[in-house]
């Protein structure tokens, strides 16, 4: 429960704030006539506030929690001395659209059973409790505004995401750049690089994807540049989203929307990331400006976001990539689904790798997080075939180091790794964050790892900043073919 006093002092009202026995996560489209919006600490015991009859508002809390603790909290508020409720909004499960350390959601209307729950306020709300989330984390003082890069992936509901989660990231008080089409591995690379004229390093990045699922599907990836969050982070900002969900005002939407027209930059950030993996190859050819030159590939992007590989990347190398396929972005996925463990994508870049007789078959999923490849033979390097060929790769340089893999791998991948490698197969659990933290925890107690692999693709290496970059695990088998 909670109360208010307070006192009108030169024009400003100073109140005291009690709340006892529940959770209050304020924000600032909150239906109290305050409406205050605590920017990096959720729940609180007391704490002051002064409103001067201006959308602005200063809140010193007193404790986080009903304890001893002691802490400081900023405050934004688009106060009004009256708000309205917005009319008949969804009731929506918040915590249902977390899988694992993503969010996931049905964001297209008509298909039978699968009403929509990813709607432009749900994913306004997700982006200001992730907001919230990253302010915190960054133990922000306001003296410099925080910046969050959006970008997204194929699908016809893209646009209206990323419209959304631009708003809920402006309505939060933080900067917002828009990279529009994009790839996941480039979003956390955005938390990385150093340029100013990109505005990077951003303070957070959101990716908008829902991987290989159908086209009514959408959902996000959050990073900063710790990495990707975690099932943990992703629960607490769910929780944080539902109660701003449950506390919009018109108002307060009105206002994030005016917020996000004047503090949304737009960059090609594609550019740089590109860039960057042109370079790693011609730096592992001896800096030679085409290594790729007399090799054939073709590359499948599925119509996801991966069609800049063929002529942003192997073509400026000097490869010849006629015959690659599916590259135009679509968000209806009318050829294959773009998923390298798909046994019908697989049998079509494997045949458009005969049909060209190209050395080399390249297959992306949506988001470009995963890959696959197919030599010129046809055969296929997918699921445990991949995980043996980069194992190979990197225990020829890294003798003797720790490959992590999850725990449905097969055990002559195992025998393989060990007896004919000289290497050391760690399984661990399912899940992609998962096998990529175990390799970074080995890494911690002093047993090198430098390879962290899922069965479906997603392949970390340490030299990458263990981000699952299916892009740049091409370009590691790319170097692999020069020397």
């Known amino acids: 429960m909670s109360a208010m006093s307070g006192k009108v002092v030169h024009n400003v009202f100073v109140s005291q704030c009690y709340l006892q026995n529940r959770q209050f996560v304020g924000t600032q489209y909150r239906r109290d006539s305050c409406a205050p919006y605590v920017r990096n600490l959720l729940p609180f015991q007391g704490g002051k506030l002064a409103w001067t009859g201006i959308s602005s508002m200063q809140l010193r809390t007193l404790s986080k929690h009903q304890g001893p603790f002691v802490n400081r909290g900023t405050v934004h508020c688009n106060v009004a001395p009256t708000t309205s409720a917005v009319p008949a909004i969804d009731k929506v499960d918040f915590l249902k659209l977390q899988n694992g350390s993503d969010i996931r959601g049905v964001a297209v209307a008509g298909v039978e059973g699968e009403p929509v729950n990813l709607t432009e306020q749900v994913a306004e709300a997700i982006a200001a409790a992730f907001a919230g989330w990253l302010v915190e984390k960054k133990k922000a003082d306001g003296s410099q505004r925080l910046r969050v890069s959006i970008g997204h992936d194929s699908r016809i509901s893209a646009q209206q995401l990323q419209d959304a989660i631009s708003r809920g990231i402006a309505g939060a008080g933080l900067d917002v750049v828009q ?3 994009a790839s996941t591995p480039a979003m956390f690379n955005s938390t990385l690089t150093e340029d100013h004229g990109f505005f990077c390093p951003v303070d957070g990045s959101i990716m908008i994807t829902a991987s290989h699922l159908p086209y009514n599907r959408n959902g996000f990836k959050f990073f900063t540049n710790a990495g990707g969050l975690g099932k943990a982070d992703i629960k607490d900002i769910l929780e944080r989203a539902a109660v701003i969900y449950n506390n919009f005002t018109v108002e307060g939407l009105t206002n994030s929307k005016e917020k996000a027209s004047a503090s949304i930059r737009r960059v090609d950030y594609m550019t740089i990331y590109t860039s960057d993996l042109v370079n790693a190859v011609r730096k592992a050819a001896g ?7 007399g090799f054939h590939i073709v590359v499948d992007a599925g119509n ?4 800049f590989f063929a002529a942003k990347v192997l073509e400026p190398l000097g490869a010849v990539t006629t015959g690659s396929q599916f590259l135009e972005p679509d968000g209806l996925f009318p050829n294959h689904i773009p998923n390298p463990e798909d046994k019908t994508a697989m049998k079509a870049i494997t045949q458009a790798v005969l049909d060209n007789k190209a050395d080399l078959g390249i297959i992306f999923d ?88 899922e069965t479906s693709g997603h392949g970390a290496l340490k030299e990458n900043n263990w981000l699952d970059d299916g892009a740049y695990l091409m370009v590691g088998l790319l170097c692999r073919m020069l020397v």
């Open 304 to 307: 996801g976001a991966g069609g």
């Open 179 to 181: 990279y529009g089409l």
């Open 366 to 453: 949506t988001d470009v997080d995963r890959s696959a490849a197919v030599d010129s033979t046809g055969h296929e390097f997918n699921r445990n075939r991949l995980i043996a060929l980069m194992s190979a790769i990197v225990l020829e340089e890294h003798p003797g180091t720790t490959i992590v893999t999850d725990s449905v791998t097969s055990d002559g991948l195992t025998t393989f790794i060990e007896k004919k490698l000289g290497g050391k197969h760690h399984r661990f659990k399912r899940g992609y964050k998962n096998v990529i933290d175990e390799a970074i925890r080995l890494n911690s107690i002093g047993e090198e790892s430098h390879l962290a692999i």
């Open 287 to 293: 800096n030679i400006e085409k290594p790729l030159e």
